[in-house]
């Protein structure tokens, strides 16, 4: 069972337009969400989080927003540049209590020049 | 800045060998972690470990071990390696939350 979903697995924007990239959770208990970035033949490299007790987390050009009522967040990134074109993950941080995360399957954004 | 290595990029193995994914990390970080991503499963946490010789069980450990000897050193076991292991191995470490550092990956083939 998915406890972390991204369903969109791909995703093309315009230079300069704005790109939304969106991240569904089933379990209410998860209390830190995180992005990440991964370009072929890399490792993920973090890009922003947020705690479940905000609903807005911003940095740069990147900002993620928290629904906790629907369980969802999303991450958008203005003005989008050729070079986000990247596999996002979004992931949840375990309810355990140990640093463990649940990640998304990864959504792919084409940013096109 | 944080580096995690991996002590392979690419590997091919055989069905039934014995394989050791390495990962080094410099950062004191107690926490390490091995994931392996597929293609529409996103990263799948296989081990990890919060400090030395300490490890628990992810959410795929079957057909896999770990040893965590010293701190900065987390190694990954394929005891009998079969083609459904085939994979790019992941491992990250982390001091708090929230974030992980990941090393470059290991794409492993077995044949």
């Known amino acids: 069972d998915q406890q972390v979903k991204q369903n969109s697995p791909s995703l093309s924007v315009q230079e300069g337009r704005i790109s939304i990239l969106n991240c569904d959770y089933t379990n209410s208990m998860f209390d830190y969400f995180l992005w990440y970035k991964k370009y072929p033949a890399e490792g993920p490299t973090f890009l922003i989080s947020i705690s479940s007790i905000k609903d807005k987390n911003e940095d740069g050009r990147f900002t993620v927003f928290l629904n906790k009522s629907a369980k969802h967040l999303s991450l958008h990134i203005v003005p989008s540049q050729p070079g986000d074109s990247a596999v996002y993950f979004c992931?949840?941080?375990?309810?355990?209590?140990?640093?463990?995360?649940?990640f998304g399957t990864g959504t792919r954004l084409k940013v096109l020049a | 800045d944080v580096k995690v290595t991996q002590s392979s990029r690419y590997l091919v193995k055989r069905t039934g060998e014995k394989v050791f994914l390495e990962c080094v990390q410099d950062?004191?970080?107690?926490?390490m972690f091995w994931y392996r991503q597929d293609p529409g499963l996103g990263l799948r946490l296989i081990y990890f470990?919060?400090?030395?010789?300490?490890?628990e069980k992810g959410d795929i450990p079957e057909g896999y071990s770990v040893s965590r000897e010293k701190k900065e050193r987390f190694s990954l076991i394929l005891e009998s390696a079969s083609t459904n292991q085939t994979s790019m191995y992941l491992c990250a470490s982390s001091f708090r939350p929230p974030e992980q550092y990941f090393g470059p990956g290991t794409r492993l083939t077995v044949t």
């Open positions: 950062m004191d970080h107690e926490n």
């Open positions: 992931a949840a941080s375990a309810p355990s209590g140990t640093y463990k995360y649940i």
């Open positions: 470990s919060y400090d030395v010789k300490m490890k």
